[in-house]
């Protein structure tokens, strides 16, 4: 189809100034985009998505727009929870029991999605060791940070002109020897 075009373009370019010439011969590239049918991907939007599994999330879980799922950090606020980050360690503190172990070192990271109303679902952990690679770590301890982080309910809406958004949010934890040593952001 360019071909053709381009053909068209070089015979209507012998009737047309060289400026007008080139303007039309730069908006090739965008006839691509000019779709109208709608395309259906078997991808997500993004790198990162987290798509519903109906083997690990909660049915009820609704979110208020599926197709645009923001980041945690879309509106400038970064993490928005009730009490702050202080209220979410004092939660682990009360409620995490270390398990020693001096081969329990790296970090687990916990990502999710809050939806508009501030409710929370489609949890994922990913793990890793000192070095950055994939570590498997005693399911007492994994199982415990995500049991606390679902019981986590202080989780605010996100707004961005005055429109609340669903978004992802994540909380990476420090393990050594089996103990929480720091939760970030």
């Known amino acids: 189809m360019f071909k053709v075009v381009l053909i068209m373009l070089q015979k209507f370019a012998t009737h047309v100034s060289s400026f007008k010439f080139n303007y039309l011969l730069a908006l090739i590239p965008l006839m691509g985009y000019c779709q109208t049918e709608k395309q259906n991907s078997k991808y997500l939007k993004s790198v990162g ?3 519903f599994d109906s083997l690990m999330d909660r049915r009820d879980f609704f979110l208020c727009n599926e197709k ?3 980041q945690y950090h879309n509106n400038s606020r970064g993490l928005e929870y009730r ?3 202080l209220a979410i360690i004092e939660s682990f503190e009360k409620k995490y029991v270390p398990i020693p172990d001096s081969s329990q070192n790296g970090l687990i990271r916990v990502r999710f999605v809050v939806n508009c109303k501030g409710q929370t679902d489609r949890f994922r952990i990913i793990a890793m060791d000192e070095d950055y690679q994939t570590k498997k770590f005693d399911e007492r301890i994994t199982q415990q940070i995500l049991d606390i982080c679902k019981s986590l309910d202080g989780w605010l809406p996100k707004k961005k002109e005055d429109k609340e958004f669903d978004y992802y949010q994540y909380l990476i934890f420090k393990i050594q020897s089996g103990q929480i040593t720091e939760i970030l952001p």
């Open 49 to 51: 998505d987290i798509a």
């Open 68 to 70: 645009d799922i923001m």
């Open 83 to 85: 009490g702050e980050k």
